[in-house]
Each structure stands twice: as structure tokens, then as C-alpha cells.
């Protein structure tokens, strides 16, 4: 009777070992990777530090440089960053399929050191907006990179979850700015401190990527496979460099010579995918994310809150919203998320409406808060965190970096005009209106991530390419 229980529990044992090493040789170990894809995303930290730097100690660096009551100089102070965003964001591709990944974070981190010191040091209005079009082509660059490399050096079953990464670390970024910034107006000359310490995780970001893989596929792409193998084995394990290889193979088989021009990007096959990340990045600007963090601070104080609170507060629901995106990213996956969050958006936005219209009802400050903060806690679980993960799952390798670089700059061209036209509309149309026509745009981004996002979780990047393939009828 003792040797039958030996022999069950023996039984048993070596069925776990199995069922174990069956997942291991299914699933890549997820720590691997993990090294690599936090020190990439300190670029998307920097990114939302940089766009928030100055809204608090705004005051105090009109005060200093003596450009104090000049609306326009403060605006440029503001918004110089976005032009040499759209800069960096157009050369980004170019630059990454020439140098690596690895590279682009060190070129894009470069410009950000640079610009820090410069706004940091500077007595005069030039060298301020020197140093923030310094910036901004580091923050032109820096997403682009960190959605390509996190999406590529990512085992599939836990892509999402690590592309949610990228969103967060924005979120913290914003949030340590305006936390930073809060001395500003009593401290004289902190401003200057707040620049300085955005070099710090630049330089971070520099020198941490001489340690950390590069792409395995752009060594690929650019004929070094026994690097690209290399790679792979300190991302996955050596268990899975063969079947990561294997897959590589597949998508060569039926892609096109390596040479990219950016025409292509308007014709054929690719012209579907690239129109996809377009308008999935217009839609997330135009469903009036940046309206509603202009309006926060006054939304707030109509509800009571102070300002440097209602910020933090803000950025509470931003950071909240992701870390759950997070955790539904590889569950739910990309599509359903997309769908919830431009549903959620346009509630939110009916219910910004609604307060407009009962602004003599003392319930209306409340509802506004109600509904900015939904607006907020629902962009931050898909419209924000999906699109720079989706893009680079759909696009073909070879031409993965050029696309994400002109959607991008679509993403800074409308991010810009509605910078440039919200004020004058608000004036014409009134809040009621232009919550409502945010509203629509909502429900237009609904409709269209129903007809033509295709699901991606769970599958490797080349069966993505492969799917994306036109069918060849049977002969």
C-alpha cells in the first residue's frame, strides 16, 4: 500500500515538472525583459515630466526673465516644445532605423540634457525657448522609440501589460512636475531647480542603455541575425531563440526589399495600417483630452478645490486609470479597451455638457468635476496607453520606425491646432456646444475602432504582419 502512495505522489510530482516546463517552454520567463523595458520607458517619464514643467512656475519665470503680462511670450514658453516635438517626431524614424533603438534613446535624451541646462541657466526669453525647442525634439523622438523597442524586445503574452508602462511613466512624470513646481512661488528661483532635475533621469536614460539589448528586430532587418539571436537569448532564454528567430524568417519571407520610402507609406497594403495609427492618434486629441486638463484647474476651484490640489488630483485619476489598463491589457486586450474608453469619453462629455447647460444649478460645479474626472479615468484606460502600443504591433517591420514617426506627427499637428483654436471656439460656441462636438468625436472613434482595429493580444508580431497580408486566391 506505502510503495502504490509512492509511486502516486512520484506520478504526480512528475506531472507538475511537466505541466511546469511545458509553460516555460510555451511562455518566455517575463523578467528577463522586464530590465529593459523600465529603462526605456524613462523616456516616457521625461516626456511627461517636460509637458508639465512650467505650468506651475509659470509665474515666476515671466517674473525673472521680464516678460511678466506678455500673453504671447508665456504661450511661447509653453508651446515652443511642440514645434521641435513635431520636428524630432518626423526625423525619429530615420533616425532610428539608421543607429538602433538603443541609440535613439541616448540621441533623444541628448537634446533633453542640453535644452534642461540651457532653460535652467538662462537670463533672457531666447535662451528659454532655446532650451524648450531643445526639449521638445527630445520629446519629438523619445515616444516613437520607447513604442518601438518596448513592443519589440516584449514577450507577446505580457506586450500589453508592458506597453501600459509607457502611460505610466508619463503619468509620473506629469505628476512629479507639478509636485516639483509647487515651491516655485515661494521659493525664488526654484524654477531653475525644476529644469535641473529633469537632466538627471536623461542622463539616467543615456548611460543605462549601454547595458540594455538592442531590437532584435532591427539587427534583423539590418542582416546581424547571430546579434539579433544574442539578443533574444538575454530577453527570452535560450529555450526560446529558435522559435523567436523562425518567426523573424516567416515575415522575410513575404516582405519587401528593406529600402523604405516614406510614399509608401500612402499606397498598397501599408496604406491601411498606417491610416489605422493616424486616426487613432487624431482621435485621441481630437476627443478634447487637452481641453479638459486646460479647463481642470478652473473646473476645480468652481467645486472648491485649489489648484496645485485639483492637479495632483487629476493626475491621481490619470495614474489610477493606467495601472488598471494594465492589468486588462493582455486580458481584454486592445480592441474592447479602445471601444470602452471612447464610449466612456463621450459620456463623460454629455456630462460636461449637461453641467453647461445648469450652470445656475449649485450641482453644476460637482457635475463638472464628475465628468472631467470619468473623461480623465477613461482616456487613461484606452484611448491614451492603446494607440502607442497598437501601432507598432500592426506595422511591418521594415517600415515599423518611418510610420510610427508620421503618426506621431499627425499626433502633434492636430495636438497643435486644437491648442491653436480651442480658446476662439470656446469664445464662438461656448462650452455647451464644444463639450458636445467632443461628444462626437467620441462616438466617430467608436465606430471606427469597431470597423477597423483587429485584436493583437497574445500574438507574436509576425503572425500580426502576416494577418495584415492581402489573400491570394486559390488557383
Known amino acids: 500500500m506505502a510503495s502504490r502512495r509512492t509511486r502516486r505522489m512520484l506520478m504526480m510530482i512528475n506531472w507538475i515538472l511537466q505541466e511546469t516546463l511545458l509553460k516555460e517552454s510555451v511562455n518566455p520567463s517575463w523578467r528577463l525583459s522586464l530590465p529593459h523595458v523600465l529603462t526605456g520607458v524613462i523616456s516616457s517619464f521625461l516626456f511627461g515630466y517636460h509637458l508639465g514643467v512650467v505650468n506651475e512656475p509659470l509665474e515666476s519665470i515671466s517674473l525673472d526673465l521680464g516678460f511678466s503680462g506678455n500673453s504671447l511670450a508665456e504661450g511661447l514658453v509653453v508651446s515652443t516644445c511642440l514645434g521641435g516635438a513635431f520636428l524630432g517626431s518626423i526625423v525619429s524614424g530615420s533616425i532610428v532605423d539608421a543607429v538602433g533603438r538603443r541609440r535613439g534613446f541616448q540621441l533623444s535624451a541628448l537634446p533633453m540634457i542640453i535644452g534642461a541646462f540651457l532653460s535652467a541657466r538662462t537670463e533672457s526669453l531666447e535662451g528659454m525657448l532655446l532650451g524648450r525647442f531643445l526639449v521638445g525634439t527630445g520629446m519629438g523622438v523619445g515616444p516613437s522609440v520607447a513604442s518601438l523597442y518596448v513592443t519589440e524586445v516584449s514577450p507577446s503574452f505580457v506586450r500589453g501589460t508592458y506597453g501600459s508602462f509607457i502611460q505610466i511613466a508619463t503619468c509620473l512624470g506629469l505628476m512629479s512636475s507639478l509636485l516639483i513646481g509647487i515651491p516655485a512661488k515661494e521659493i525664488a528661483g526654484w524654477w531653475r531647480v525644476c529644469f535641473w532635475v529633469s537632466a538627471i533621469p536623461a542622463a539616467i536614460l543615456a548611460l543605462a542603455m549601454e547595458f540594455c539589448a538592442e531590437s532584435p528586430q532591427w539587427l534583423h532587418k539590418k542582416g546581424r541575425s547571430a546579434e539579433a539571436e544574442a539578443e533574444f537569448e538575454k530577453l527570452l532564454g535560450g529555450l526560446h531563440v529558435k522559435s523567436a528567430m523562425a518567426d523573424l524568417s516567416k515575415s522575410d519571407r513575404v516582405d519587401e526589399p528593406d529600402t523604405v520610402k516614406f510614399s509608401e507609406l500612402f499606397y498598397g497594403r501599408h496604406f491601411r495600417v498606417v491610416l489605422i495609427g493616424s486616426a487613432l492618434y487624431a482621435f485621441q486629441q481630437l476627443s478634447g483630452i487637452n481641453a479638459v486638463f486646460y479647463f481642470s484647474s478652473t473646473v476645480l476651484k468652481s467645486a472648491g478645490v485649489p489648484s496645485d490640489k485639483g492637479n495632483i488630483c487629476v493626475g491621481i485619476v490619470n495614474l489610477s486609470g493606467s495601472i488598471i489598463a494594465m492589468t486588462l491589457m493582455d486580458k481584454l486586450g486592445r480592441k474592447l479597451l479602445l471601444l470602452g474608453s471612447f464610449?466612456?469619453?463621450?459620456?463623460?462629455?454629455?456630462?460636461?455638457?449637461?453641467?453647461?447647460?445648469?450652470?445656475?444649478?449649485?450641482?453644476?460645479?460637482?457635475?463638472?468635476?464628475?465628468?472631467?474626472l470619468l473623461f480623465v479615468l477613461m482616456f487613461a484606460l484606452g484611448a491614451g496607453p492603446v494607440p502607442g502600443l497598437l501601432l507598432p504591433?500592426?506595422?511591418?517591420?521594415?517600415?515599423?520606425?518611418?510610420?510610427?514617426?508620421?503618426?506621431?506627427a499627425v499626433h502633434w499637428v492636430v495636438n497643435f491646432f486644437i491648442g491653436l483654436l480651442f480658446l476662439r471656439l470656446l469664445e464662438q460656441l461656448g462650452s455647451r456646444t464644444l463639450y458636445s462636438i467632443f461628444a462626437c468625436f467620441c462616438l466617430t472613434g467608436f465606430v471606427f475602432v469597431k470597423k477597423n482595429v483587429v485584436e493583437t493580444k497574445g500574438k507574436s508580431l509576425q503572425e500580426i504582419e502576416i494577418s495584415f497580408l492581402p489573400q491570394v486566391p486559390p488557383v
Request: glycine fraction near 8%.
Open 393 to 408: 504591433e500592426i506595422l511591418p517591420n521594415r517600415l515599423r520606425a518611418k510610420a510610427m514617426s508620421f503618426c506621431l
Open 343 to 372: 464610449f466612456g469619453m463621450a459620456v463623460a462629455m454629455c456630462i460636461q455638457a449637461s453641467a453647461s447647460s445648469f450652470s445656475a444649478s449649485g450641482a453644476s460645479p460637482y457635475l463638472s468635476v464628475g465628468g472631467m
